[in-house]
Structure formats: structure tokens, C-alpha cells
């Protein structure tokens, strides 16, 4: 009997699909999670804190979707910027605010580098005619904070361009705040080491390539000259009108729910969730004014910097 069993468990052994590794679709392990064995399905083992992570998601995704109603009935008028260095999960956390939106009062604006024309016109004119009509959201990926950090360190403009920005930018923002634009301004802060290891990852996926540029491979070695201007980033447009939200990004999913979480809890619309469920963790999202006291006492301690 023990060997009539043994060669079972042998044969059953062989029958089964080798073993792969395979990523699947954000959504996949919820939406078959209930499907019953048969003879045309196989078992496939994730993570519970992965599926917990999809749920959460998609509860969130559910109030966008409400708060994209109110804004149609009211007309309210949402803009968002998404900041950070490279691989920092801006782009990611983007991706999945939008999956259930409707497209046509939804905008993603990501701006190419600018044109001999624009080079020509006042700095912040090619941004103006993205920012949000009535019951639109819009979000940057990247803005024109691209001066306060990207351009400095890479040589694209002058000290006085730089200097100048700086002292226009609340300025600028305070304007849009009065006009009655909802104004989030999202830093995504990763680490030095897990930045490294998302450059890596980069390279080996084909799906991913599209994302390396020139640009990143100089990342790591600007590291140090990124984290001054966004010292002096911070100092100089971190206004009560326009705070900045610092999103701690070396988890992504949490990233990733804590900014929709914030965004949500600071809006207000019909049949919202109750305030404690879309309350952001402390440890993920920081203001600006704990970010600047950080990284003042940490300034001659680069190590200590968070990204």
C-alpha cells in the first residue's frame, strides 16, 4: 500500500505545471480569490499582506470615484503635484488614483523638456494651460518644481533662474489657492539604497526600460546635491496656502494608499467614509515644516537625510 501511495504522489508530482514565476495584473488575486478548483484551474500562492494591499486599494479607488462625482456636480477644481527623485513611486501612485476615472475630467500632465519657444517665455506659462477647469483633476507628474531641484543640479539653468523661481513659486501658488484651486503638492521620498535597487530592477525588465534615462544614471552620484535643493526647496515654498506632504516611498503599496488616503481625508464629499478610516499613517506621511526641522538637524549628517 505504502508503495501503490508513493507512486501516486510520484505521478501527481509529474502531472503538475512546472513551477514559474509570474507577476499578475494588480487586481487579479481579488477579482479570482472566490473562484472554486477545477479541472482548468491551477492554485497560485501571494502574499496576504499583497491582497490585503488590493482590497484597501480598491476602497480607495471607490472614493475617488465618489469625490469625482461631487466635483462634477459642484465644480470643484483639484491639482496635484507629484515630486520626488527618480524611481520614487510617483508615477506608480499616479497610475492607480486614475485606473477608475473618468478620462475626460481626468489629466495627466508630464511635460517633455521645454521647446526653443517656451525657453523664450515666462517660466511658468507652459504649465498654465494644464491647470484644472471645473470639476477636473489634474496631476503633475513632476511640474515646475523641476526648477527647484532637476534643473539646478543638472546645469539646465542658472543660479539666478533658480534663485528667482524660488522667490515666484508661493507667489504663483498663492494665486491658483485664491482662485479656488485645491493644491496638493506631494514629495516622494525614497531612500539611497532602494533607489539603487528599483535602477537595477529597471534594467532587467523589459517592461520597465521605457522609464531609465541619462538622467538617472547621475542619481546616485548627485545624491548629496539633490538632498541641499530640496533643503532650500522646502525652506523657500513649504506656505501655509501651499504645504508640502512628504510621502516616505520605500514601500510603494504604502506610498501608494497613504497619498490617496491624505488627498481623500483633505476633500470633502457626499457619502465619505468616516475620518479614521482615510486617516494616512504618521510614519508614511510627513509635513513639510517635520521634514524641514529633519533635515535641518541632520544637515551635516548626509547619511541620516531621508531621500
Not at 504649465?127 to 503633475?140: I, M, R
Not at 532637476?150 to 494665486?175: N, S
Not at 530640496?230 to 504604502?254: A, G, H
Request: glycine share 4%.
Amino acid at each position: 500500500m505504502g508503495k501503490h501511495s508513493a507512486a501516486r504522489k510520484q505521478k501527481d508530482k509529474q502531472d503538475e505545471p512546472p513551477c514559474v514565476s509570474i507577476k499578475l495584473l494588480e487586481g487579479s488575486p481579488l477579482k479570482y480569490k472566490k473562484i472554486k478548483p477545477g479541472k482548468n484551474t491551477r492554485k497560485l500562492w501571494i502574499k496576504q499582506s499583497h491582497l490585503e494591499y488590493e482590497i484597501e486599494l480598491k476602497r480607495l479607488q471607490i472614493e475617488l470615484m465618489k469625490l469625482q462625482k461631487h466635483m462634477q456636480a459642484t465644480g470643484m477644481r483639484v491639482l496635484a503635484i507629484f515630486e520626488g527623485r527618480d524611481a520614487a513611486g510617483k508615477g506608480g501612485t499616479i497610475k492607480r488614483i486614475t485606473a477608475f476615472l473618468n478620462p475626460r475630467l481626468t489629466k495627466v500632465v508630464a511635460l517633455t523638456k521645454p521647446s526653443d519657444t517656451e525657453m523664450t517665455q515666462w517660466y511658468f506659462q507652459r504649465y498654465v494651460p494644464h491647470l484644472p477647469a471645473a470639476g477636473e483633476l489634474v496631476l503633475f507628474d513632476r511640474s515646475w518644481y523641476n526648477r527647484a531641484m532637476v534643473e539646478p543640479v543638472m546645469g539646465f539653468c542658472t543660479d539666478e533662474q533658480h534663485k528667482r523661481f524660488l522667490k515666484d513659486v508661493p507667489l504663483f501658488e498663492e494665486m491658483l489657492v485664491k482662485d479656488g484651486i485645491k493644491l496638493f503638492k506631494f514629495y516622494f521620498s525614497v531612500s539611497k539604497e532602494e533607489q539603487a535597487k528599483r535602477f537595477a530592477a529597471r534594467k532587467l525588465d523589459p517592461l520597465k526600460q521605457y522609464k531609465l534615462s541619462p538622467v538617472d544614471k547621475l542619481a546616485q552620484e548627485y545624491w548629496d546635491k539633490y538632498s541641499v535643493k530640496k533643503f532650500q526647496m522646502l525652506n523657500e515654498s513649504n506656505r501655509t496656502l501651499s504645504p508640502w506632504t512628504i510621502i516616505r516611498s520605500d514601500n510603494k503599496k504604502k506610498a501608494r494608499l497613504n497619498c490617496m488616503k491624505h488627498l481623500l481625508s483633505h476633500l470633502d464629499y457626499e457619502d465619505k467614509l468616516p475620518a479614521e478610516e482615510l486617516r494616512p499613517d504618521p510614519e508614511i506621511v510627513i509635513s513639510g515644516i517635520d521634514e524641514i526641522k529633519h533635515m535641518e538637524t541632520h544637515l551635516f549628517a548626509p547619511r541620516e537625510l531621508r531621500g
